[in-house]
């Protein structure tokens, strides 16, 4: 009779188990996210269906754009979506319309959230919250977190992601960037093609920088303007473009 009854206490457990890990919802936590499989994406949700998992410690700021309270944006409800690319190219992101206190985030790692992000946009404002020209790797996977303040806590969103694919015959490894990270000036060499033009955008999307280099293969590209952080050089030669990440010092 004990052994009936141990054995029904454990097959009730293994059931409540499997209930519990077989009902969690998709795109709570980084290692369950939704996964995006094709590109362009467009998908619109409430935070209110996620969960709080994410709250990074406030004593170590993440910088995002010009501000350093990126860690206040992960506050609220998170929700996480997936992403690995089949080949090189440039993503932008967006929430179109997001309301207040909106936190958009692209991390390389489960471990990396709470850290510097790859790229991110927030802002205490309504409006779009867009990331332009984010450069991706293909078979790196980049998981994209959306959240906000813990007031309001949960948020109405619409995601779009639209991709746009590198061009096999323009070889990033033919375009050569040094130092990195720089501090003043970022040598730039394209040893295939003359350059054409170079753009720098932040993490906001804007254009920072815009020079006009018809002719050169080679030069040097002024950053001592800048603030510290991190950025994409965006370089063109011969109608293609790649782009690459710079840190600024």
Request: proline share 5%; aromatic share 10%.
């Amino acid at each position: 009779m004990k052994k009936i009854t141990f054995f029904f206490k454990a097959l009730c457990a293994s059931f409540l188990f499997l209930g519990l890990t077989t009902h969690a919802q998709v795109g709570t936590l980084c290692t369950n996210p939704i996964v995006i499989t094709s590109m362009p994406y467009s998908t619109t949700d409430n935070t209110a269906n996620y969960a709080d998992n994410y709250d990074p410690p406030t004593g170590t700021p993440i910088s995002c754009g010009a501000g350093t309270a990126g860690n206040y944006y992960i506050s609220g409800n998170d929700v996480i979506y997936s992403y690995t690319p089949a080949q090189n190219a440039t993503l932008t992101l967006q929430i179109p319309g997001a309301v207040a206190w909106t936190g958009l985030f692209v991390f390389t790692s489960c471990a990396g959230i709470g850290s510097a992000p790859y790229a991110c946009n927030c802002s205490s404002a309504a409006g779009n919250r867009t990331i332009n020209n984010m450069a991706v790797t293909a078979g790196q996977t980049y998981y994209i977190l959306i959240s906000s303040w813990a007031t309001p806590q949960t948020i109405p969103y619409t995601l779009n992601i639209t991709e746009t694919l590198g061009t096999a015959d323009f070889a990033s490894e033919t375009i050569t960037t040094f130092p990195n990270p720089v501090k003043d000036y970022l040598q730039i060499t394209n040893t295939n093609q003359n350059i054409s033009n170079v753009v720098v955008f932040n993490l906001f999307g804007q254009q920072v920088i815009t020079e006009n280099w018809t002719g050169k293969n080679t030069s040097s590209l002024d950053m001592s303007q800048l603030a510290a952080g991190t950025y994409l050089l965006s370089v063109t030669a011969d109608g293609k473009t790649e782009t690459k990440k710079i840190v600024k010092k």
